[in-house]
């Protein structure tokens, strides 16, 4: 069978453009015809003036297209920059509440551990863990509403006492931890007691009609311990204030399982 001969289409190496409109293209004429006007010397005052006039016509209708666009570029970056206030503002929200308690606002558990792991490798830090005493009584008498409200009151016991001095963290629903960096151990002993009697004075609201205590441990850890090593002394400290009888300061004296009680 006789092979086809088929026509092969060259391809150009050119590729190829289209051509824009001038958007400016009358008002190009018009400048044009005006300068023509301006050069020709035996160009009558009629032709001169009709040129003028219309060269005067395109200008006055760039000038209000120009202000109109002035007032669209101006609301837009009016617009952008209160679109930008709102994500800041969004982005920071966002922040808090991926590193803050929502019920207390003080730091969560997340945020305490990389706080006190990144302060635990510039330096020493006391880590002090705490717990209410006999919480699951208040929930199950008053309910967890009530419970709630505790745990608000216990927060600001804290604050009262801690103020700038360290981070307090919620690590639990009932416990609570308070990061002292570069602190002694006399000076976080001494917060520590200061808590302890701020929340055994506190009145909480109705309907709890009794007095709120906490347990507290306290640990503390050379600089280059990890969070886990500082916050299991701290912990066995608090469980040793548990069987001491609650409402009482115990510290971790060394990396071991001895504990002395604060006198």
Do not use: W
Not at 79 to 93: C, D, I, P, V, Y
Not at 125 to 140: E, S, T, W
Not at 203 to 222: C, E, H, K, N, W
Request: aromatic residues 4%.
């Amino acid at each position: 069978m006789p092979r086809r001969e088929g026509r092969v289409t060259p391809i150009s190496a050119e590729p190829r453009t289209e051509e824009v409109p001038d958007l400016f293209e009358s008002e190009k004429l018009a400048l044009d015809r005006a300068r023509e006007a301006l050069a020709d010397e035996q160009a009558d005052s009629t032709a001169t003036r009709q040129s003028l006039a219309e060269l005067t016509q395109h200008f006055e209708r760039l000038m209000r297209e120009t202000r109109r666009l002035i007032g669209r570029s101006d609301r837009a970056e009016r617009e952008m920059n209160a679109l930008n206030l709102q994500l800041q503002t969004l982005a920071h929200e966002l922040e808090h509440r991926a590193t803050h308690d929502a019920l207390t606002g003080v730091l969560n558990r997340g945020a305490v551990i990389d706080l006190a792991g990144r302060a635990l490798r510039d330096g020493s830090a006391v880590m002090i863990v705490l717990d209410i005493d006999y919480f699951k009584r208040i929930n199950d008498d008053f309910g967890h509403p009530a419970g709630d409200a505790v745990i608000q009151g216990i927060v600001t016991c804290l604050r009262s006492i801690v103020a700038d001095a360290g981070i307090i963290g919620r690590v639990g629903g009932e416990e609570f931890t308070v990061l002292l960096p570069a602190h002694t151990l006399d000076e976080a002993l001494s917060l520590a007691e200061s808590m302890r009697e701020a929340i055994a004075n506190h009145v909480f609201a109705a309907p709890v009609d009794r007095g709120i205590t906490a347990s507290f441990g306290v640990s503390l850890s050379p600089g280059g311990t990890d969070f886990d090593t500082a916050y299991a002394l701290a912990d066995e400290a608090l469980y040793c204030a548990k069987r001491a009888g609650r409402n009482r300061v115990e510290v971790a004296v060394q990396p071991s399982v001895a504990t002395l009680r604060l006198a």
